[in-house]
T-cell receptor, first 113, second 115 residues
Framework: GNSVTQMEGPVTLSEEAFLTINCTYTATGYPSLFWYVQYPGEGLQLLLKATKADDKGSNKGFEATYRKETTSFHLEKGSVQVSDSAVYFCALIVGGGYNKLIFGAGTRLAVHP | KAGVTQTPRYLIKTRGQQVTLSCSPISGHRSVSWYQQTPGQGLQFLFEYFSETQRNKGNFPGRFSGRQFSNSRSEMNVSTLELGDSALYLC??????????????FGPGTRLTVL
C-alpha cells in the first residue's frame, strides 16, 4: 500500500539553526510529494511540492528534493526562525486523477530565540 | 481570490446527535475532499467529491456521508455521533486539472467536540 513515514518529533532548535525533517514513502505507482505546515489553531498550508524525480520544491527558504532512488523527500531550511514553529506534514498523492492525500504523522518543530 | 472557507469553526454536540459541516471551495475549484484529524490517528482521508459525485472514499463507517452541490460547495454529515468522532475536520479543494494529481488547498477546519 501507500504510506509516508516521518521522523518523530518534537524537534527543538535554536533560531538560525539548520533544519532537516526526514520523510520517506512507499507508493504503488509514481506519486507526487508535498510538504504541508500547520500553525497552532489553523488548517494546513501547502509549503512546497514536487511531482517527479529530482524535482526540488522550494518556498520561504524551505527546500525538499524528490529522491526516487531512496524514496525520500526530506525537508530542509538553512536558518530557522521562531515563526517557523509549527507542525510539518509530509504527504503523497498517487496519480489517477483522484485527490487522496496520504499523510505522515507530522513533526512538531519548536524554535527558541 | 478567497480561500477555502468552512463553517462553523467550532461545534459541540452530544453522543447520538448528528452534525452537518459545510465547505466552500476556492472559486473555480471543482474537487472537494474531506479529512479528519485526531491526535491518535493523525490525518485521515474521508472522501472526495467532484461534479456532485463521490469518486473516492476512505475507511470510515457509513455514519460519515457527504454531498456536493452544483456550485461545488460541499457538506459532510456525521450521524449518531460517538465520542471518538471528536476531531478537527478539514476540507480541501483543488482544480482537478486533467492528467495529474492536484495540489489541494485547505480550509481552517471545523473543530467538533462530542460530549
Amino acid at each position: 500500500g501507500n504510506s509516508v513515514t516521518q521522523m518523530e518529533g518534537p524537534v527543538t532548535l535554536s533560531e538560525e539553526a539548520f533544519l532537516t525533517i526526514n520523510c520517506t514513502y512507499t507508493a504503488t505507482g509514481y506519486p507526487s510529494l508535498f510538504w504541508y505546515v500547520q500553525y497552532p489553531g489553523e488548517g494546513l498550508q501547502l509549503l512546497l511540492k514536487a511531482t517527479k524525480a529530482d524535482d526540488k520544491g522550494s518556498n520561504k527558504g524551505f527546500e525538499a528534493t524528490y529522491r526516487k532512488e531512496t524514496t525520500s523527500f526530506h525537508l530542509e531550511k538553512g536558518s530557522v526562525q521562531v515563526s517557523d514553529s509549527a507542525v510539518y506534514f509530509c504527504a503523497l498523492i498517487v496519480g489517477g486523477g483522484y485527490n487522496k492525500l496520504i499523510f505522515g504523522a507530522g513533526t512538531r518543530l519548536a524554535v527558541h530565540p | 481570490k478567497a480561500g477555502v472557507t468552512q463553517t462553523p469553526r467550532y461545534l459541540i454536540k452530544t453522543r447520538g446527535q448528528q452534525v452537518t459541516l459545510s465547505c466552500s471551495p476556492i472559486s473555480g475549484h471543482r474537487s472537494v475532499s474531506w479529512y479528519q484529524q485526531t491526535p491518535g490517528q493523525g490525518l485521515q482521508f474521508l472522501f472526495e467529491y467532484f461534479s456532485e459525485t463521490q469518486r473516492n472514499k476512505g475507511n470510515f463507517p457509513g455514519r460519515f456521508s457527504g454531498r456536493q452541490f452544483s456550485n461545488s460547495r460541499s457538506e459532510m454529515n456525521v450521524s449518531t455521533l460517538e465520542l471518538g468522532d471528536s476531531a478537527l475536520y478539514l476540507c480541501a479543494s483543488s482544480l482537478n486539472v486533467a492528467g495529474g494529481p492536484d495540489t489541494q488547498y485547505f480550509g481552517p477546519g471545523t473543530r467538533l467536540t462530542v460530549l
